[in-house]
């Protein structure tokens, strides 16, 4: 399910209960009015479902992140980790300064954009695989899909600027 503002995405779940997924909206956002336009989503639902299908393509659905200054911070940083790759707690808290890696933890928990802030690509330091809001089996395949995906993983999106793999990212 995707709910969109004007400004763009605020979310994306994974589920199969639309009633729960749709309670889980109300609660996230309570002052907003919950409308189904599922014919005018169209080309955003089947944008969705592409950069789900294939994670090294190139995405530029605009994100409306909304969370905490810190929590958005934690955010952006996921869109930094390439399709295939993955990192752990700790290394987005250093990354991030002085931040304790259970905040980083606490952060990406409250993500509510599946895929697109791929939180999925976070993983503990030993290299086993952690919590995930939608699912350690989900969390398994999507990795999984994006280790297997054929060639380059060429162009990606992050935080509004076309990367080329192996270039350092320019802020």
């Keep these: 399910m995707a709910a ?10 994974f589920g199969t209960m639309r009633s729960a997924m749709e309670d889980a909206l109300r609660m996230r956002f309570p002052d907003a009015d919950l ?11 089947e944008a969705l479902a ?3 299908e294939d994670p090294a393509a190139w995405c530029d659905l605009p994100l409306d992140l909304r969370g905490t200054p810190d929590e958005i911070k934690v955010w952006l940083s996921l869109r930094d980790i390439p399709a295939g790759q993955t ?15 259970r905040e980083v933890t606490a952060s990406i928990a409250n993500n509510p954009i599946a895929v697109l802030v791929p939180c999925h690509r976070v993983i503990k330091k030993d290299g086993s695989i952690s919590g995930y809001r939608w ?7 999507l990795l999984l899909r994006e ?6 993983t060429g162009a990606f999106r992050t935080r509004g600027t076309a990367l080329e793999k192996g270039k350092t990212p320019t802020k």
């Design 50 to 52: 592409n950069a789900i």
């Design 4 to 13: 969109t503002s004007d400004k763009g995405i605020v979310a994306l779940e």
């Design 87 to 101: 990192t752990n707690y700790g290394a987005i808290a250093a990354k991030l300064g002085t931040r304790d890696a």
């Design 135 to 141: 699912g350690v089996q989900r969390k398994r395949r």
């Design 35 to 45: 409308e189904r336009r599922e014919g005018e989503l169209g080309d955003l639902i």
């Design 147 to 152: 280790r297997q995906a054929p060639g380059e």
